[in-house]
Every structure is written in C-alpha cells, then in structure tokens.
C-alpha cells in the first residue's frame, strides 16, 4: 500500500442546519482528503464546522435537524453517507475511531472504565475473556494511566477530567483503527501529559500507518503533530496546505489571525504592584483527603492526599495562576475555596469572613461575592433551561428583578460574543467553545469579588480564548476582581496571572511572581513542564535567530 494511499475522501459535503440557525449549513462545499500515514489537523474557531464535519464522517450529526445536505465521504471506496446505520456501526472503533472532546458525556457513568475499553473489544474482537483483560489492561498503561490494575475498576467520575481523556484515546486505540478521528483530544490535559499523548498518536500512528483527523484549536498542538493543515471558517475552507509552509506563511488574513492569537509563552508585562492592597483571598493548611474503593467500590481502599498544607494568597485585583497535571489537587484546592468540597482542616478567609465555617445559610448568602467557572461547561450547565435563564437565575435569586436580569443577562451573552438572540436556546444547541462563554457569563453575572476560574478557556480556539482573557482583564480592572486562575495552560497563565502557584501530587513546589517563576524556574518538576509545552521548539525554530 503506497504511504500516500487516500483512504479517506470527503467531496463537497454541505451540512444542513434547521431554519431558525445563525446560518444555514455547518458544512458547505468542503473538500479534503486523508492519506495513510500521515496527521491531518483541522484547525478552526468554536463554530466553524470543523467537528461537525469529523463527526460526519461516521453518521454522529449532534441532531435529527442537522443532515447532510450534498456530497459524498468515500472510505475504501464506500459511500458512508449512504451507509446504512448497521454499516457504520461495524465500522465505529473498528476501522474509524473517534476520540470525542467531553469525556465526562461520552463516557458511561455506570461502567467501569475497564468494562468501557472491554466491550469495545468485545462487540468487535472474539477474544477470550483473558485476552480482552490483558488488552485492556496494556491500553491503560500505554497512555500513562496511573496504576492500570485499579483504574480498571474505577468509575468516570471517580477520576480526574485528564484521566477520563486517556481511558477515552485508549478505548479508541484498542482495536488500531485505520483512521483515527481526534476532536480536541489533547483540551483538557495537562502539558507533560499533552506531550505524552501526541507522542503516543504519533507512534501508533507510525508503526499501523494510521491516518489522523486531528481537530484541534491549539497551534502549540498544530506545529507538533500536523502532516498538513485545514482552517475552516464559517463551515467553509478557507486554506490548506503542508503543515511547515503554511505555519511559516499563511496566505488567508483569517488564517495569520488564528496564529497571532495564540499566546506567547513570555510573559505580559507586571501590571501595578498589590502590596499596598489588602487581602481578598487567604489561604492556610488546607488540607484535603479523598478515600475510595473497598468493598463497596470493589478493590481495596486507597487513600489520595489532595491537598496537604496548602497556603497562599490573593489581593484584591490580583490573579494568581494554580498550575500543575492533572490530579495534582488544583481543582480540589479551587472547589475547597468555594466551600463546594468541605476540606478537611486549614482556614480559607475571603476579605475579612471565614468562609470555612460559614453555616449552610449564612454561605447561600456569601456564595454571590465567590463564583466559578467550571472546566466542563456541558456538564455544569442545566440541559432542561435556556442560557438566558441560566445566566439571569443567580441575580434573581439574590433578590434582582427579572427584568434586570434578563437584560442584564442579554448584555453578557454580548460580552461574551454571543448573540442577544441565543438567549432562547439551549445548551446542546451550542458548541463546546460557546458552552463555556455561557458559564462565564453566568459567573460574572452577580459581579463577584473573587472568580475562581477552573481551566474556563481549555475548550476554547485561539481567537476566542484571547476575547475572553480580554474581556476577564477588562472585568477585573473594572471591579477590582480577585481572580483564581487554574490552568495547564503555561502560555495562558503567563498572560493573565500576576503570581503562580506550581502544584505537584497535593502540595505547592513553587511559589512566586509570575516573571520571577517563567525566568528562572526553581523546581526540577516545574521546568519539566516549560520543556513539554507542545509546539515550543518548533515556534523558536520559526522564530529564527
């Protein structure tokens, strides 16, 4: 088989979208091709079509009213928009896989994660009960799972959001597909676990000649992994081409936009100094301990020390970045601090109120000066109401008139940039990267003094992760806001934190100024992660001289 085989070839597709959409198809008029052996990213803003047109591929539309409206997806020679469903799903992890961008939604919650990898196994392989076990159990440790004989038996939500992204790129690996499709795979995880992961594509990729449909909004992403590039733009494409010459000279000016919006590593200049200003978040010995398993949750009980004399804080209008790997406790640490996870001891005071020993009522009260802003925004956003509903709730419930509210609310869908007339619509009805502009609206919707901010732009493109960082400077100079900034992200903390807090298996390693920390890291662990950022040497080598 030549190396430069098509194996997959989409011609003119066009996808509709139902009457009362912004515009009227997804997709209109695209052409591509995959070829064997090579990693094709699609590069894009949230609503640009790019994983509409992925998800085609294998009959997913993310509705009965959005369908194909024209051309053809030839895989092998076959036709599989005409496929029909029985096709496609023997095709589904057998010969086209799929990594989807929301684990936490593709995932069975009442499964365990190795049962999940089994069955895919098990519908399409007939293996042993033994031989799926070991198969699984190598899937597991090939994306760097920690401790594959107990994941195996762990549930979704037992499991941190990174986690949940390698049992998901594993379960779609297990059976060496011929091509993989990849929507965002890479979003929620961590740097060192980023590179970990593109390299694992990058070798399976290479020793079963895969073809790659790689979706993704990160250029860090692009420069490390892509063969050749396509950026769509409002369901349409707009250029393509290799991956090295259209970094180095794109020719579209939507195309130069994209890649002048991703941050620079460097960090922005320090803004004022806060010494003069008093404290708004203090936090000491925080501790924190999860305990799971035992003969309830099968396996025996394990004990994980989320947070352990964890101390730091925040003045007002100063953001301090929390950084660090997936289950490094930067989550734990954030829900503590908004008393949604009850620590164990340590005293968190917001300005002069203990908010550790709040009662019930007295905390329904003082939620509306913490807000936050979840990393996974289908899942924190209430499919049954409208985001207009859901933005103005918060107010309303504090005693603001509806009216208020909903104007208030149309007035940060605007900010957020989306339009007054989304307001009706539901969270389904939008794309990941709108998803999470909606939490944030409805975050800032009470005009809290401290945001704590749990990775709010991961899901976003370039473009408008950069509006949005924008619009949080411009929100927080404004208000004088606090803002807990967590994040994998080290080109977005160095532009938005002024001071950063390196986490590492519970416990701070490194503690400081954000110019300080990004020059001269201290810590081994924390230059190990400056030496992951994806697409780092590949910048400096554009960079030149």
Not at 211 to 226: K, S, Y
Not at 488 to 508: F, K, N, P, T, Y
Request: glycine share 8%.
């Amino acid at each position: 088989m030549n190396g430069h085989e098509t194996v997959l070839a989409i011609e003119r597709l066009t996808v509709d979208l139902p009457p009362w959409a912004d515009r009227p198809h997804a997709v209109e008029d695209v052409t591509l091709d995959l070829k064997h052996d090579e990693i094709l990213c699609v590069v894009g803003e949230s609503g640009s079509g790019k994983s509409v047109m992925a998800r085609s591929i294998l009959g997913l539309f993310p509705s009965r009213h959005v369908k194909p409206g024209g051309g053809r997806i030839l895989f092998a020679g076959e036709d599989l928009l005409a496929a029909p469903p029985e096709r496609l799903r023997a095709l589904r992890g057998s010969r086209i896989a799929m990594i989807f961008q929301e684990p936490m939604t593709a995932l069975n919650p009442v499964l365990t994660i190795g049962r999940q990898i089994e069955e895919a196994i098990e519908v399409h392989r007939p293996l042993a009960r033994e031989a799926r076990r070991k198969r699984v159990l190598e899937m597991l440790a090939a994306v760097h799972l920690p401790e594959p004989q107990r994941m195996v038996h762990a549930y979704p939500h037992q499991v941190s959001g990174g986690q949940r992204q390698r049992a998901m790129i594993a379960m779609a690996l297990t059976l060496e597909p011929e091509v993989l499709i990849a929507d965002e795979p890479t979003t929620a995880l961590d740097v060192t676990t980023q590179a970990q992961i593109l390299a694992l594509i990058r070798e399976i990729q290479a020793a079963r000649r895969m073809a790659v449909l790689f979706i993704t909004h990160d250029f860090g992403v692009v420069a490390e992994i892509a063969s050749r590039i396509a950026v769509m733009q409002h369901g349409r494409l707009v250029e393509h081409g290799p991956a090295e010459a259209l970094l180095r000279a794109p020719r579209e000016p939507y195309t130069r936009a994209l890649i002048a919006a991703v941050p620079d590593l460097a960090p922005a200049p320090p803004r004022k100094a806060f010494a003069g200003e008093r404290v708004a978040v203090r936090v000491s010995g925080l501790e924190k301990t999860y305990r799971t398993g035992g003969v309830l949750f099968g396996g025996s009980a394990r004990v994980v020390q989320a947070a352990t004399s964890v101390g730091f804080e925040i003045r007002r209008g100063e953001t301090l970045g929390l950084v660090g790997e997936s289950g490094s406790g930067k989550s734990t640490v954030a829900r503590c601090v908004a008393r949604l996870v009850e620590p164990d001891a340590g005293e968190i005071r917001v300005g002069d109120t203990d908010f550790g020993r709040l009662t019930r009522r007295a905390l329904r009260e003082a939620r509306r000066r913490v807000q936050m802003v979840f990393q996974d925004p289908y899942g924190s956003l209430d499919p049954r109401h409208t985001v207009g509903k859901l933005i103005a709730e918060g107010p309303i419930v504090h005693g603001t008139a509806p009216a208020t509210a909903w104007a208030r609310a149309l007035q940060l869908l605007e900010l957020v940039g989306i339009e007054r007339r989304a307001a009706g619509r539901y969270p389904h009805e939008f794309s990941g990267g709108q998803r999470q502009r909606i939490g944030l609206a409805r975050a800032l919707a009470l005009e809290p003094e401290v945001l704590i901010a749990d990775e709010p732009v991961s899901a976003l493109d370039v473009s408008v992760q950069a509006q949005v960082l924008r619009l949080l400077a411009d929100i927080r100079e404004r208000l004088g806001l606090t803002v807990l900034f967590i994040t994998h992200d080290l080109r977005v903390a160095a532009q938005v934190c002024d001071s950063i807090a390196v986490m590492r298996h519970g416990e701070i390693v490194e503690y400081g100024a954000t110019a300080e920390v990004f020059a001269a890291p201290r810590h081994a662990y924390t230059r190990e992660l400056f030496a992951a950022v994806p697409g780092r040497a590949k910048s400096a080598e554009r960079a030149g001289p």
